[in-house]
């Protein structure tokens, strides 16, 4: 599953940014679908999970609130809304699949099999 992911920018604190990440050719529908961010020096860490249907969401407490994890199983993309935006978001963020159902592995990065090539988010204070 090749994944892509668009939408980063830079952008002034407290404001928004929407995150798409598609997969063509590809049905996603059957696939638990997640957002993890990297900042420089650090380990890349979960920021939201969504299950197969969309009922189910989970997000790390930094971004509950503030981010909202959608999924448009018709044209295979995932969204990521990210708003009132904080500088300590700033990061390359990347979004993964995996063919398994949603459990607690879906908050980890071992629990996904496919990865997009990441796109950068930078927050301006």
């Known amino acids: 599953v090749q994944l892509a992911e668009s939408g980063g920018g830079l952008v002034q604190a407290g404001g928004s940014l929407k995150l798409s990440c598609a997969a063509p050719?590809?049905?996603?529908?059957?696939?638990?679908l997640g957002w993890f961010r990297q900042a420089p020096g650090k380990e890349r860490e979960f920021v939201g999970t969504v299950s197969w249907s969309g009922e189910i969401t989970y997000y790390a407490d930094s971004v509950k609130g503030r981010f909202t994890i959608s999924r448009d199983n018709a044209k295979n993309t995932i969204y990521l809304q990210m708003n009132s935006l904080k500088p300590e978001d700033t990061a390359v963020y990347y979004c993964a699949a995996d063919s398994r159902q949603w459990g607690l592995r879906s908050r980890t990065v071992s629990g996904y099999d496919y990865w997009g090539q990441g796109t950068q988010v930078t927050v301006s204070s």
């Open positions: 050719g590809r049905t996603l529908s059957r696939y638990t």
